[in-house]
RNA sequence: GCGCUUGUAGCUCAACUGGAUAGAGCAACGGCCUUCUAAGCCGUGGGUUGCAGGUUCGAGUCCUGCCAAGCGUGCCA
C-alpha cells in the first residue's frame, strides 16, 4: 500500500492484520483463530488488548503466559507499539506510540474518509427492507424503532463497503386494502346521508374522514343512496363476515373504474403520509416497491412455474401448497387460496425472487411480531434454488406502548394509537431517532410516552449535542494559529479522545456484524463524556502557548468530525449551538 | 401443548460472539460557575446477572431442567 510522508504508521484495521500475521505464522496450526483487539477495561492497562495467548493454550497444551511471552517478543518488531506488557492470566496489553495517535489525526484533518476501515474483501451487495407497514394508516410508534433501525444499518453497511439497496414494500393489494377504499366511500357516503351508521370494522381515523372529503363527483347519487338502503346487509354481521359483505356489495354498486380510482388515491394519500413522517427523521428509500407491480410484470407467475418444476407445489381441498416442511418450515403453506386468490406470502415469495436476482444478501428489518414467518421464507428460497444467497431476518421487540402506567392500544383499525408523527412533533425528530436507536433491537422496549416527553431535556442525545456545540463554540473562538506540533497534546484526556477516535472503525465494524446500531449510540456518547471532561480539566482558550493551543483545536476539529459522522449515521444532524 | 425471543443496580439499558474488579445514564447524597456554554464536571452509596445444575484455566455470555414476561402457532398481512 501506498503511503503518504504523514502516514508513517498503520491505521487500526491494517495493525490487526500485521498482528494477524505474525502470530499465525509464530502457531501455524492456529490458522482458525481470529485475532481481533480488544479494549482493556482502564487506560492504565493499553489502548489495546488480546485474549489470544489464553484461547491458544488449549490447542497448542502450553500456558497462556508462556504463549504471550512468545507473542510480545514477536510483536516488538512491530513498530506502532511502544510496549507489550503481559497481565493477568496472560492478557496482552499494548501501549501505542504517541505518534501514532496524533499521526492519525492529522490523517483524518487531511481526509476524512480515514475514519474508517477499508475492506480488503469483495464488496458484497445487500437488499433492504424495512418497514414496509400497509398503507391503511399512519405510521404509529412501533414502526419507528423499525424504521429507524432499518435506516441506520443501511447507512452503517454502505460505510462498510457494502453496496445496499433500499426498500419499502407497499402492500396495495388485498382485504386490507379493500377495507380501505370501503371505509372511504362509507364516510363520503355518511358526509353526504349523516344517518349511516359507520361499521366498526373499518379504519376508524381521521384520515379516513379527510380523504372521502377530497372526493366530490366520483360517487354518484344513486350510488350513494343504494348503499344506505343495503346497510342492514352487513351491519347485523359478525367482524369478518360484515367486512367480506360489505367489500362485495359496495364493489357491486360502484363502477369498477371509480372503486378503482378511490384505492389508488386513498393508498397514495397514506403513501404521502408516512414519506413525510419517514422524510421528517432523515429515511429515505431508494425505492417505493407495489405488490401490484409483481402481479403486473409477471414476477408471480414466473416462480409458480418453478416452483412447480421442482415439485414443490400440490393441491389440497382446493387450494395450491408449498411444501415448506421440506424445506426445514414446521408446516405446508398455502399460496393460492381456494377461491384463487394468492395469499400475501405467494407474492412476497415473488418480491423476494427479484431481490435475490439483485443482491448476494437480503435483510428483512421487521417487527418480531412476524417472526414466525422467517422460515417459510428461507424455504422458498431455497425451493427457488438461491441456496447460495442470504436471507437475514432482524427482528425488532416490539415497544409496549404506555402512557404513565397505562397500556395504550395500538389497532390500526380502532384508530386509538399514538401516531409516530405525533411523537416527532412532542420529542423533536433527532432524540426520538436517537431513543429508538439507543437500544440493542432485539431488547424489549418499554415506551413510556411521558417519559419519552420528560427525556426531552434529559436525552443522552442532548449529551451528544452539546459535545459538538461546545466544540464548535471553542473552534470559533480561538485564534487561528497554523500549527502541526500535534505531540504537544499530551494532556491524559487529549489521548484518550484520541484513542476513541483511532477505534471508530471498529464500533462500526461491530455494528455492520451484529445488524445493531446501538453500538454507535454508545460510541458518541463515550466520546462526548471526554469531550465534556476535557472541557472541565483544561482551559483551552487561555492558553499561552499558542502552538499548543493550535494543536487542541486540530484535535477539537477532528473530534467534531467524528461526532458529525456518528450522528449522521443514525439519521442526525449535529447542532452547532444549543 | 409446541416454537421463537427476553430476564443484569430502585428505574431504563450496556458488556466488543468465553476473558481482567459486570459498566453507563436516570433517581439519592456530597462537592465544582468573579475563569472558554453548569443541557456540564468530580466524588459516594447501590449486584447471589430469574432459579438450580453442568461444561473448563475462566460463564452474564455455551448446554440441560425449571420459573416469569412478550410474541407466534390462519386458505390474515
Request: with cysteine; glycine share 4%.
Amino acid at each position: 500500500m501506498l503511503r503518504s510522508f504523514y502516514l508513517r504508521y498503520l491505521m487500526l484495521y491494517e495493525l490487526e492484520i500485521a498482528v494477524n500475521k505474525l502470530i499465525h505464522k509464530l502457531y501455524p496450526s492456529a490458522s482458525n483463530i481470529v485475532i481481533q483487539f480488544e479494549r482493556p477495561k482502564s487506560a492504565d492497562m493499553g489502548d489495546l488488548s488480546l485474549s489470544t495467548a489464553m484461547v491458544l493454550a488449549k490447542q497448542l497444551k502450553k500456558s497462556p503466559r508462556d504463549i504471550a511471552n512468545e507473542i510480545s517478543t514477536q510483536l516488538k518488531l512491530i513498530n506502532e507499539f511502544d510496549r507489550v506488557e503481559i497481565a493477568g492470566p496472560g492478557f496482552l496489553n499494548f501501549f501505542l506510540k504517541h505518534e501514532v495517535l496524533t499521526a492519525f489525526i492529522q490523517k483524518i484533518l487531511n481526509n476524512n474518509e480515514s475514519l474508517y476501515r477499508e475492506y480488503n474483501e469483495i464488496p458484497q451487495s445487500v437488499y433492504m427492507e424495512f418497514v414496509s407497514a400497509n398503507p391503511t394508516g399512519p405510521l404509529h410508534v412501533g414502526h419507528g424503532r423499525s424504521a429507524v433501525i432499518g435506516s441506520a444499518l443501511a447507512r452503517i453497511l454502505k460505510k462498510s463497503n457494502y453496496s445496499v439497496h433500499c426498500d419499502y414494500y407497499v402492500n396495495d393489494a388485498g382485504t386490507q386494502i379493500d377495507t380501505l377504499a370501503c371505509s372511504v366511500i362509507l364516510r363520503y357516503v355518511q358526509s353526504q346521508t349523516p344517518e349511516l351508521n359507520y361499521p366498526t370494522t373499518c379504519y376508524q381515523g381521521e384520515y379516513i374522514t379527510e380523504i372521502a372529503s377530497e372526493l366530490n363527483t366520483e360517487i354518484l347519487p344513486q350510488a350513494v343512496s343504494s348503499i344506505v338502503e343495503h346497510e342492514s346487509k352487513w351491519s347485523s354481521l359478525e367482524d369478518t363476515e360484515a367486512q367480506r359483505t360489505l367489500i362485495t356489495i359496495i364493489k357491486s354498486l360502484i363502477p369498477d373504474s371509480t372503486y378503482k380510482l378511490i384505492k389508488e388515491r386513498a393508498v397514495s394519500y397514506i403513501i404521502d403520509l408516512i414519506r413525510t413522517d419517514l422524510d421528517h427523521i432523515n429515511i429515505h428509500y431508494d425505492q417505493w416497491f407495489l405488490e401490484s407491480d409483481l402481479i403486473k410484470n409477471d414476477a408471480v407467475k414466473h416462480c409458480y412455474t418453478q416452483l412447480k418444476a421442482n415439485n414443490t407445489i400440490y393441491e389440497k381441498d382446493g387450494a395450491q401448497w408449498f411444501t415448506s416442511s421440506q424445506f426445514n418450515d414446521e408446516k405446508d403453506r398455502v399460496i393460492i387460496r381456494s377461491n384463487h386468490e394468492h395469499t400475501y406470502f405467494f407474492n412476497d415469495i415473488a418480491y423476494h425472487y427479484q431481490k435475490y436476482l439483485k443482491a448476494d444478501k437480503v435483510i428483512n428489518v421487521i417487527g418480531s411480531d412476524h417472526h414466525g414467518y422467517g422460515p417459510r421464507l428461507e424455504a422458498a428460497k431455497n425451493a427457488l434454488g438461491f441456496k447460495d444467497k442470504e436471507l437475514i431476518m432482524r427482528y425488532c421487540q416490539f415497544a409496549i406502548l404506555l402512557r404513565g402506567k397505562e397500556k395504550v392500544s395500538m389497532s390500526t383499525r380502532s384508530g386509538q394509537y399514538i401516531t409516530l408523527h405525533q411523537l416527532i412533533d412532542e420529542v423533536g425528530p433527532g432524540p426520538t431517532v436517537f431513543f429508538y436507536a439507543l437500544k440493542k433491537p432485539d431488547q424489549h422496549l418499554e415506551f413510556d410516552i411521558e417519559l419519552a416527553k420528560k427525556q426531552s431535556s434529559d436525552n443522552p442525545y442532548y449529551y451528544v449535542q452539546y459535545a459538538h456545540a461546545r466544540i464548535c463554540q471553542l473552534i470559533s473562538k480561538a485564534q487561528n494559529v497554523k500549527s502541526q506540533e500535534m505531540t504537544l497534546l499530551s494532556h491524559p484526556t487529549e489521548r484518550q479522545i484520541m484513542n476513541q477516535i483511532y477505534q471508530f472503525d471498529t464500533f462500526i465494524s461491530r455494528a455492520s456484524r451484529d445488524l445493531s446500531p446501538h453500538y454507535v449510540c454508545f460510541y458518541l456518547m463515550d466520546l462526548a463524556k471526554l469531550v465534556h471532561q476535557y472541557y472541565n480539566d483544561v482551559n483551552i482558550l487561555k492558553d499561552s502557548d499558542l502552538k499548543r493551543l493550535s494543536a487542541r483545536i486540530n484535535l477539537l476539529e477532528c473530534t467534531k468530525i467524528t461526532l458529525k459522522e456518528g450522528l449522521s449515521l443514525l439519521g442526525i444532524e449535529p447542532k452547532e449551538r444549543m
